[in-house]
């Protein structure tokens, strides 16, 4: 029998990603969530859940534009300390060694360094309780050529993205590949 651990934001992995804004006056901004996915095909949209005591969420509210930023494994502390720090306080790109880069399609700093950045406008804004959802349409997706698999598509085993366990407040590597959606399936 399973065990009850209690309603619990327990869900295993979350994605590590990094949300770039702008703040009123043009700073740039980046900030670490695990709050976050995809919520709809077509149009294709993600989903960042924030605390209104945010820096990002300020930003978001003004501007209605954020990127979404994939950090490596190897850009692990990086990725961290973003997360620990307001960027109403610091200058977190500088401080993190990192470049902010403008996107071409919406209001909000690509990570230079990172090698894929996901450019979104919100379309949607949801009151939740502790959090707020930002919907954000994702008008284009940038990525690092060398990234790639032969399919055009990122290959994971390249991008090396960071997965967070809320339950351990640890960060994880993937692992290896163990088959093929919509065929291991098959009898």
Known sequence: MKQSLGAKTLICPTPTWVVGSYDEQGKANAATVAWSGICCSDPPCVAVSLRKATYTYGNLVARRAFTLNVPSQRQVKQADYLGLV??????????????????DLVDAPIVGEFAMALECRVVHVHELGL???????????KVDPEILAESGMPDMSKLLPILFSPGEQRYYGVGTPIGSAFDVGKA
């Open 131 to 141: 959090h707020t959802q930002f919907v954000g349409q994702i008008l284009d997706v």
């Open 86 to 103: 307001s960027g109403r306080d610091i200058d977190k790109f500088a401080a993190a060694g990192l470049t902010a880069v403008r996107s």
